[in-house]
């Protein structure tokens, strides 16, 4: 759970003191163009964060929350108790076999990555930008 507010929370919270730091320095000024790189990284990181939420809530469904012989049965076949279950990464051990799909905690991690990268090239770009005039 705390990954998560990590990943969309505190991206969201940065572009939005961004936002409200460049147009309080701008005042009358006529809007910037709306395609510059460091729109379209923030863009790309609204994406890989939202993708990431979805993988994530998807992996989640794999797990046992109120009734644990139940996760087994629907997803393996086998009424037994899970060996073992995490939600980070997400996995689901049912008599020693991994339920969850093998490429679901990849693509976490590169939508993390993206996410981290695109919001980390977004505020770059566009402290440059504001340098160069």
Not at 98 to 116: C, Q, R, S
């Amino acid at each position: 759970m705390g990954m998560m507010i990590l990943a969309l929370v505190l991206p969201t919270w940065a572009g939005i003191t961004y936002v409200g730091l460049v147009r309080a320095r701008q005042g009358d000024k006529p809007p910037k163009p709306l395609r510059t790189p460091a729109r379209k990284a923030a863009y790309l990181a609204v994406f890989a964060c939202l993708a990431g939420g979805a993988l994530h809530l998807y992996g989640l469904s794999y797990m046992p929350f109120l009734f644990p012989e139940d996760a087994c049965w629907f997803k393996a076949g086998m009424k037994v108790h899970p060996d073992h279950s995490s939600a980070l990464p997400v996995s689901l051990v049912c008599r020693g076999t991994e339920i969850v799909p093998w490429w679901v905690n990849p693509g976490l991690l590169v939508l993390a990555v993206a996410a981290v990268g695109a919001t980390v090239a977004s505020a770059v770009l566009a402290v440059r930008r504001r340098r160069a005039g």
